[in-house]
């Protein structure tokens, strides 16, 4: 197993703790059930607040997670307002393209030794030379 922990300076305290979900209390231990890297990856969380954002589980953050559409990922449904059988469908037909791509990602990235910039998915990473440049 690939334990996940953050990049961490001296000035940050319990590095070695890892990151704590903010809806479970639980480690997220693995880069691949990190909705914080998932929203990086997919480039809805600006590479500049990774270090700042609270980190939830994928699996607890339901309204995101129900775009993901694998074999391997247990479909989920979100009740209310954001349930995406409620939203329009071209918005959810891009978000599930967008976000299972992420999710792949992720678990490509898992298993190397690439930099952390390199993580998001190709457009992303062009948009923020772009912004960086």
């Not at 996940?4 to 997220?28: H, N, Q, T, W």
């Amino acid at each position: 197993m690939n334990h996940f922990r953050p990049i961490c300076s001296d000035k940050m305290a319990k590095c070695d703790e890892g990151y704590l979900c903010e809806v479970c209390g639980l480690d997220v231990a693995e880069i691949t059930d990190s909705d914080l890297y998932l929203r990086y990856v997919i480039g809805t969380l600006d590479p500049e607040l990774l270090h700042t954002t609270k980190e939830r589980h994928i699996l607890c953050n339901p309204t995101l997670a129900q775009f993901i559409v694998a074999d391997d990922f247990e479909p989920l449904t979100v009740a209310g307002p954001f349930d995406k059988r409620l939203l329009d469908p071209v918005y959810v037909h891009a978000q599930e393209t967008l976000v299972t791509r992420g999710w792949r990602r992720l678990r490509e990235v898992v298993n190397t030794e690439d930099a952390i910039v390199n993580y998001p998915l190709p457009e992303v990473r062009a948009k923020m030379r772009e912004k960086y440049s």
